[in-house]
């Protein structure tokens, strides 16, 4: 499944390359990721094959622009709480992401709570959420 797929990437991405902490928090940002890619409602300025623009999108809406604008610029990343994730994204997003991931949704908002502003740092070196697809981004970073 994508999903999946994406969440190695991820987990080599953030650091979890050897089934260290960062594949299981690439594990649930991939199944987040897949979960918004493919049940709509991350559409708006994420591309086709990218809803990480989606999702920031949602959590500009959700109050958390300062925090996302942070994780995009080169200065510290601001953090946010799981709790705060939780009340930004779609409930059946955050569900379908903890039940790939096999944790409760709470653990998942938390575990994307700590590995989100990472994520967006590394996958936005230009200050800006490149274009194309979630796959191809990651892979350019990994070299």
């Keep these: 499944m994508a999903g999946n797929d994406l969440g190695s990437l991820l987990g080599g991405l ?12 690439g594990n649930i940002l991939g199944a987040l990721l897949g979960a918004l890619g ?6 708006a300025g994420g591309g086709g094959n990218n809803p990480l623009g989606g999702l920031m999108d949602m959590l500009t809406r ?21 709790s705060q994730i939780a009340e ?10 903890a039940e790939q ?3 409760s949704p709470e653990q998942a908002a938390d575990e994307i709570a700590r590995s989100l502003p990472q994520a967006v740092d590394k996958l936005s070196p230009g200050g800006e959420i490149p274009s194309g697809s979630l796959e191809d981004i990651i892979r350019a970073q990994n070299l």
């Design 14 to 25: 953030l650091g979890g390359g050897q089934g260290g902490q960062g594949g299981g928090a």
């Design 88 to 97: 930004a994204l779609p409930d059946d997003a955050l569900r379908k992401a």
């Design 62 to 82: 959700s109050g958390l622009a300062d925090q996302a604008q942070s994780w995009l610029g080169t200065g510290e990343n601001r953090p946010v709480s799981g």
């Design 38 to 43: 493919g049940g709509g409602g991350a559409q």
């Design 101 to 103: 991931a096999g944790v």
